[in-house]
């Protein structure tokens, strides 16, 4: 198949309601506390993962669980993502530190998300 290889799963966010109470269940699941903890977002690190609690489920609205695939080239991964009929729901846009994110959603509706690292 085309195009470059994913990096693996590395980053899976998470809606939260209560974002005080679900930050202390997620500390003492993974054992860290957050590295970054703020009133929008919440992120652990911990066994090579990040795990980001998002109150509300943010602007985006999620309402599950999104994992993100890291890849080397955003924009390829895209085109090639709806040439194979993916539907972008994100365009691919700055969320700082260098990173770019994006999500698309496969035929049955569910969302895949794609992060780059510059």
Do not use: C
């Not at 930050?23 to 009133?39: E, H, I, N, R, W």
């Not at 489920?57 to 890291?70: A, L, N």
């Not at 691919?92 to 959603?105: F, P």
Request: glycine residues 12%; negative net charge.
């Amino acid at each position: 198949m085309a195009g470059s290889s994913p990096l693996g799963i590395r980053t899976v966010l998470h809606p939260v309601s209560d974002l005080p109470t679900a930050t202390a269940v997620y500390a003492a699941l993974l054992g860290v506390p957050p590295t970054t903890d703020s009133t929008y977002y919440v992120g652990f690190d911990a066994a090579g993962q990040h795990v980001g609690l998002v109150p509300g489920g943010g602007p985006q609205g999620m309402t599950s669980p999104v994992t993100y695939w890291h890849v080397p080239d955003i924009e390829a991964k895209l085109a090639e993502l709806s040439a194979a009929g993916a539907t972008v729901t994100e365009p691919a846009h700055e969320v700082g530190g260098d990173r770019l994110v994006a999500t698309v959603a496969d035929p049955d509706g569910n969302v895949l998300g794609l992060i780059q690292d510059r």
